[in-house]
């Protein structure tokens, strides 16, 4: 991260906890406070739009869909698993999957128990990340991000004859997979495509030259410079079976309305991580997370492969250090889930939660305040 931008940084009301580390132990107080010692300490209470859906567990990164006219949500599972917060996410140490339904939006919810677990991986050995869910057929795919026995982030996938699992895992990982946060979009014509993708922790700078670079120190070290293309997310479509690429990641393009790139030092605009993809009036809706600046941005674009033209933002910062969505329409209304952290106010320690979600007669979505005065 560059010195420069750090102080750009610690101005941003909603910033929350940066991951720290020995060699940059003065990064928390750079960034600032959560929302939540923040206003503590002025005497505020914070108020949110929307309650969180589940309570009993620590639930965030929530991917929707409609199957079986019931909408169901993957989330991570966060657990206080007592690692030390550093650069890489080392806190983040989920080991399993609950699934959970609704009828109606924001209404009763079920908990379908454990899905998944790591100990079901055979070749996964720890962090099961953001997860997304797919149907084909009479079959349900979940596709999981995990490190492997190396430590690199690989994409799994699991298969189950119900939404709601269990599901068994491939004994490998999807061949060619990389990085984080895998979230299936499937078009009208039936073809089936996956995005991945996200820097810092999960890796994506370190596949810059095509094969993983074992030896960085920090998530930055394989960063562009400031001047340069940010980093894109990656796409392929998915063979017949689910189970593999059916063709080679491509880097997907985010420009701005003139047709350039993004560059990398354009963290308000920039990809990081949380990718999702939508489809209303034919056109395709790229939406992401900006990551230290903590907003869900999204760009528009008439392919499935982009590239994607950057309109602006859906979600403003959360309260807590990351930003996590999906989008989905169930019975004729426009969701989106994200994930705060009003139970807990650790950056860890996440909810779901679920908002109405707009799109204006020229296409373009209303910006949604998920914290108010």
């Not at 084909?136 to 991000?145: A, H, R």
Request: aromatic residues 12%; glycine residues 10%; contains cysteine.
């Amino acid at each position: 991260m560059k010195n420069g931008y750090r102080k750009k940084t610690a101005s941003v009301l909603f910033a929350g906890l940066l991951f720290a580390s020995c060699g940059e132990g003065n990064k928390k107080q750079q960034h600032g406070e959560t929302l939540q010692v923040k206003e503590e300490k002025e005497g505020k209470k914070t108020k949110f739009r929307n309650q969180p859906l589940v309570t009993d567990i620590y639930t965030a990164d929530p991917s929707a869909h409609v199957f079986e006219e019931k909408l169901y949500i993957y989330p991570s599972h966060d657990i206080d698993a007592g690692k030390e917060e550093d650069d890489f996410g080392g806190h983040f140490d989920m080991r399993d999957y609950h699934v959970f339904s609704m009828d109606s939006a924001g209404g009763k919810i079920t908990d379908h128990g454990v899905a998944l677990s790591v100990e079901d991986v055979p070749w996964a050995e720890r962090q099961l990340w953001a997860p997304d869910a797919a149907r084909k057929g009479d079959s349900y795919y979940l596709y999981f991000p995990a490190k492997d026995k190396e430590g690199v982030f690989r994409i799994g996938v699991a298969v189950s004859d119900s939404p709601s699992g269990p599901f068994k895992a491939e004994n490998e990982p999807m061949k060619g997979s990389l990085s984080i946060d895998p979230a299936v979009f499937r078009d009208d014509d039936g073809e089936y495509y996956m995005y991945i993708g996200g820097i810092w922790g999960g890796q994506l700078q370190n596949w810059r030259t095509g094969k993983y670079d074992h030896d960085t120190k920090t998530p930055y070290d394989n960063e562009p410079a400031d001047d340069e293309p940010a980093i894109g997310p990656r796409v392929a479509r998915l063979s017949n079976d689910m189970l593999q690429f059916g063709e080679e990641l491509k880097e997907i393009e985010i420009v701005d309305k003139k047709g350039d790139p993004i560059l990398a030092g354009d963290h308000d605009r920039r990809f990081f991580e949380a990718a999702w993809v939508h489809k209303y009036n034919g056109k395709y809706y790229f939406s992401y997370s900006t990551g230290d600046t903590h907003f869900i941005a999204y760009a528009t674009g008439d392919s499935p492969y982009g590239p994607f033209v950057y309109q602006g933002n859906i979600l403003n910062p959360v309260e807590g250090w990351t930003n996590h969505h999906s989008i989905v329409e169930f019975k004729g209304q426009w969701y989106i889930f994200y994930h705060d952290t009003e139970l807990s106010g650790k950056t860890h320690l996440r909810n779901i939660k679920v908002s109405k979600l707009r799109h204006r007669e020229d296409g373009t979505i209303e910006t949604i305040n998920t914290v108010t005065e």
